[in-house]
């Protein structure tokens, strides 16, 4: 569901929803400009907040692949290799970038929390790694994008996203076991 205030998002470009995701159907990457989904939302990320997701697999060339954002909301998004490296998130927008090591190439389920003090990373549910990376209020007009980030910003060629979750709060640790356990097809 959309949050309250937008419309169901459109797929814009030429991006798909199709291949095997996490529960069934994916969005699929296809490495072009202005192709991402458009969520409707005029970004307003203040404090805390969660974001959960899929990763699929991602074909990694010297150019990130855009996995969301806004760049009107303090340039605020995550991407996967490019500078970040291979196997690697890096989330930028806060006091300092988040580098996400040890991505599995072929599907990890990731959960960032933000809860006011510093951000809290999970892969596949477990596993915490803190870092202390705080965020302001990264607002702005929107959109906020799924699968992309800006007219310039790509999500990879056959990459894919599935399970795209936001909550307007810091989930716990046993919130983020319980959200991968219970997203459909189980682990990664």
Known sequence: APPAGTATATIEGNLTQGST?????????????????NTGWATNMTTPWTIGFWLGPNQ??????????DAGAGSFRAFYGGLGGPNTVMVRGGSADITIPNVNPAATFITIVYNGTNTV??????SPQTFPVTFGANTGPGPFYVGGYSAAGAFSISGRMDEFAMYSRALNASEVSALFADCPGGGA
Do not use: I
Not at 121 to 126: A, H, I, M, R, T
């Open 60 to 69: 990694v060339d010297a150019n990130p692949s855009y996995l969301f954002g």
């Open 21 to 37: 995701g996490k529960s069934a159907q994916a969005l699929v990457g296809t490495g072009t400009a202005n192709a991402r989904m």
């Open 121 to 126: 990373v999970y892969l596949n549910g477990g």
